[in-house]
């Protein structure tokens, strides 16, 4: 039973450039939620999507936009990179349908390196 | 807004003693509260969780206590060993299935 996967490990963009990570939830989730991890911190939350959509959305700007596919799997997309978007982005997945409970398990990570 | 304050930021043990992380969170909402094991360069880890129906749980070395009324809650680890070395996090949910919102961590040393 595969775990939740991410791709790619470590990224390292330029300033100004576009960024797309890609998640694969755990098997048997429906949900997957985005996280931005900076260094020495707790991982702050971007957003959520179930069935397709954005159900949640923490404080982040536009420039971070996501997707969700038919098989759940889910990409992160970061435009007009800043310095600031240097960190370890985590994705995590659970299971919302029929479920009464909000165990959210993690990916291992992108590292993204903006210079 | 919804905030999660943890304490300490780092904590030194001798193999053997017992570690308290303590966490307490704003928004009242609050009903699920998890505690993540990340050890360098890895991914959280989930290791405990506890929902507001119940006040304290157990799981071999790890127990986790919740006081609503105040607000906060608390890991225990008894019989520490040098591999519980890592950064603990707490964090809150303040709804079915969503968002976690995290403490700053807590980097537990246990000394052999």
Known sequence: DAGVTQSPTHLIKTRGQQV???????S???????????LGQGPQ????????????????????SGHQFPNYSSELNVN???????????????????????????????????? | GENVEQHPSTLSVQEGDSAVIKCT????ASNYFPWYKQELGKRPQLIIDIRSNVGE?????????????????????????????????CAASDSQGGKLIFGQGTELSVKP
């Open chain 1, 80 to 115: 007009a990179l800043l310095l600031g978007d240097s960190a370890l982005y985590l994705c995590a997945s659970s299971l919302l349908a029929g479920s009464s409970y909000n165990e959210q398990f993690f990916g291992p990570g992108t590292r993204l390196t903006v210079l």
């Open chain 2, 57 to 89: 749980k157990k799981d071999q070395r790890i127990a986790v206590t919740l006081n609503k009324t105040a607000k906060h809650f608390s890991l225990h680890i008894t019989e520490t060993q040098p591999e519980d070395s890592a950064v603990y996090f």
């Open chain 1, 28 to 38: 048997g989730h429906d949900t997957v939620s985005w996280y931005q991890q900076a």
């Open chain 1, 45 to 64: 939350f971007i957003f959520q999507y179930y069935e397709e959509e954005e159900r949640q959305r923490g404080n982040f700007p536009d420039r971070f």
């Open chain 2, 25 to 28: 969170y704003s928004d009242s």
């Open chain 1, 20 to 26: 797309t990570l890609r998640c694969s939830p755990k």
